[in-house]
């Protein structure tokens, strides 16, 4: 074929996604198992599958877009680079130090919350220095101290450096000296510098989003970049984008020299598609569970909009950079059912990955997963599994898990199988709970949406432990990571701490200080490939009261009269929404935030949904499901062969290439106009 492509590329714990779309608009994909070694290898196999199956030579791609769990891997699995820092005398311990609160206060043995391990005590160094609060110099920057350090740490075989000087947010003249010093004697090593990576007050917060940017930048930049030379030696001269976790792209380059904004790159990618996909449907309160091999991922779109935070959690510690507000849980189909001490039976966090995977796979995995337990209980077909590219083998579930968990515990192999998705729909059902209830939102008010290749199994029985009457299945949602990733704007982010009481504030003030911020965006915007689309410029306000210590986030809009007085209403609103209560006290602006878009998609397959003509019910299999004691008969249904307004109830099972649908008695199925599969209670 002649036609030009944009291809969509998402990598996950198990399975690596890959989409694509013709200049019809019209999408295909398939899925590919991630190679954990070196998962640039799963996207140099996706281009030469492309080219091979799809008959779409490399030089056809027009534009390559990925979604990537480097930055977050890199963190879990301790293989950043070897990082040193250098800090204002007096404050090298910040690190260790953190803040008084302990999230696991009650665990029998105390874990350090604070993440020591980015820079060890001994390659933590001070240099005399010193800003004041309102920028002005209290002691000069030693030079030749901070290169005694630095070649000190360089002696120690640091990779990067991380340096985070006291207010250098308010005055990064210190910063910026060290910054030239360091990078003229040492050209090769990588620096964070923490007036660039968080402008913001805070020195814990500073601190450690400046060290996690110094101890992924090395890795990103690497996978990157040999993401970029494999592309163009195999004839990709396309623009190439990633996801960042905010919700938007940005070229690869700037995000070799931004790294810490790509943690949740993937899940963000799915929650823009979820977004779409909930529009066509006619739908803005989406409670979005992307449930992959490894883990699940949920969020929450509310009015048509997914939530954004202005700090985020990556293994527990406080990473203060703009993402989607997902709650990832270790919970997902390749996640182990295993017994502990006390003879309960648990699931995950441990996962079977795509290496040796789930037990099923026949290939050496001798652990029963959640996905096994899908297969004993009729949900999959052993022979469609993956679109038909991958066979499993249903005896061998069977048999891990009887010896693993049936046996032990007295069980038949359909009641171990039943327990093992009770316990990790339980697991999800609370994930759920915690990201619309921290909100002060009820999810009984909120439709659910499944995404990734678990996802349509556990919805219905999540909707019915949570007491949601409405689920919607897109089009597409074993891929929607991956198509989302095609719809998303081009979007960059600049911040800077204000520190103002909002009864002291001009506007003029804040207003030049965006307009500094907009430079910053659009600076970066230009680099970008937009095609001179225009940017859509969108500011926020971090607010909080007098005193308090956290803020919210709160548009700042000047479209109308008083602007600060509208930021001051949103934000009690807001404030009222989270925390139960507000008080018409006074508030302070702590940062404001500039956000450039650019592009982006409203739909995700622009063409007309066409059912394929065939039958849509191919047959019947036995399925168990909770609270039945006998197996029931299922009716199976080729999803892309319902037309639409076709209906039909469960008990059912609707199968399509990227995904699997559970559908349990009680529930009523129909296909609306945009081809999306509505069940209602």
């Not at 590919?32 to 492309?50: K, Y």
């Not at 006291?166 to 000296?177: D, K, T």
């Not at 494999?230 to 931004?258: D, E, K, T, Y």
């Not at 929450?300 to 990473?319: C, H, M, Q, T, W």
Request: aromatic share 6%.
């Amino acid at each position: 074929m002649n036609d030009t492509l944009q291809v969509a590329v998402d990598i996950g714990g198990t399975f690596t996604d890959v989409v694509g779309r013709d200049a019809a608009g019209k999408l295909r994909y398939f899925k590919i198992p991630t190679t954990r070694t070196d998962e640039s290898l799963a996207v140099f196999e996706a281009i030469g599958r492309i080219r091979d199956q799809w008959h779409v030579p490399a030089a056809r791609i027009e534009r390559f877009v990925h979604g990537t769990t480097v930055a977050t891997n890199a963190i879990l699995e301790r293989r950043g680079a070897k990082v040193g820092l250098i800090t204002t005398e007096g404050f090298k311990d910040v690190l260790e130090i953190g803040r008084q609160m302990r999230h696991r206060m009650y665990d029998v043995i105390l874990h350090s919350e604070t993440p020591s391990f980015l820079v060890p005590g001994r390659l933590r160094k001070e240099v005399p220095e010193r800003i004041a609060a309102d920028g002005s110099v209290v002691t000069p920057l030693d030079e030749a101290e901070l290169m005694r350090q630095v070649q000190a740490l360089v002696d120690e075989g640091v990779q990067a450096i991380a340096v985070c000087f006291l207010f250098s947010f308010v005055n990064p003249a210190h910063e910026r000296r060290a910054r030239e010093l360091i990078a003229a004697a040492h050209p090769d090593l990588t620096l964070g510098v923490s007036h660039e990576v968080d402008p913001a007050f805070r020195e814990y917060e500073r601190t450690v989003v400046t060290s996690f940017d110094a101890y992924v930048k090395p890795v990103i930049d690497r996978y990157l970049s040999r993401l970029e030379d494999g592309l163009a030696q195999g004839g990709v001269s396309a623009p190439f984008q990633v996801m960042q976790s905010r919700g938007g792209l940005m070229a690869s380059r700037i995000a070799r020299q931004r790294p810490v904004r790509l943690f949740l790159s993937g899940p963000a990618a799915g929650v823009i598609g979820a977004q779409i996909a909930g529009t066509s449907a006619g739908i803005d309160n989406l409670i979005t569970v992307d449930i992959g091999g490894t883990s699940s991922d949920i969020a929450l779109i509310n009015k048509g909009k997914a939530l954004v935070r202005s700090e985020g959690v990556i293994d527990g510690y406080p990473v203060r950079v703009g993402m989607v507000d997902v709650n990832s849980i270790g919970a997902g189909g390749g996640s182990i059912a295993w017994i502990d001490a006390a003879g309960g039976l648990r699931v995950g966090p441990r996962s079977a990955g795509s290496e040796p995977g789930p037990a099923c796979y026949g290939r050496g995995g001798e652990q029963p997963t959640v996905t096994d337990a899908s297969i004993v209980l009729g949900y999959l077909d052993p022979d469609y599994f993956a679109g038909g590219t991958l066979k499993l083998y249903p005896e061998k579930s069977r048999q891990a898990i009887e010896s693993k968990v049936g046996g032990p515990l007295g069980m038949s192999v359909e009641e171990a199988a039943l327990g093992i998705h009770r316990i990790v729909n339980a697991q999800m059902a609370e994930g759920i709970r915690l990201v619309s209830i921290r909100q002060g939102l009820d999810p009984r008010e909120f439709t659910l949406m499944p995404l990734g290749g678990g996802g349509a199994v556990h919805i219905v029985p999540l909707a019915r432990e949570l007491g949601v009457r409405r689920v919607v299945i897109p089009r597409y949602p074993g891929v929607l990571s991956a198509a989302g990733l095609l719809a998303a704007p081009v979007e960059h982010e600049t911040s800077a701490a204000f520190g103002k009481t909002l009864d002291e504030i001009e506007l003029p003030a804040i207003k030049a200080m965006l307009a500094e911020l907009d430079k910053q965006c659009e600076a970066l915007m230009r680099t970008e490939s937009v095609g001179g689309a225009p940017s859509r410029i969108h500011y926020f306000a971090d607010v909080c009261y007098v005193g308090q210590a956290y803020s919210i986030e709160v548009p700042l809009v000047f479209d109308g009269p008083e602007p600060c007085a509208r930021l001051y209403e949103e934000f009690l609103q807001a404030h009222a929404r989270i925390y139960g209560y507000s008080t018409r006290t006074p508030a302070r602006i702590v940062n404001l935030r500039a956000v450039h878009q650019a592009g982006g998609q409203a739909r995700i397959d622009t063409t007309e949904y066409a059912p394929s003509g065939q039958e849509p019910l191919r047959g019947h299999r036995p399925i168990r499901v909770a609270g039945q004691g006998e197996p029931l008969s299922a009716g199976v249904y080729r999803r892309d062969a319902l037309p639409v307004g076709y209906r039909f109830s469960g008990p059912a099972i609707v199968e399509q290439a990227d995904t699997t649908t559970l559908i349990e008695p009680g529930w009523q199925a129909e296909v609306d106009a945009a081809g999306n599969l509505v069940l209602t209670r």
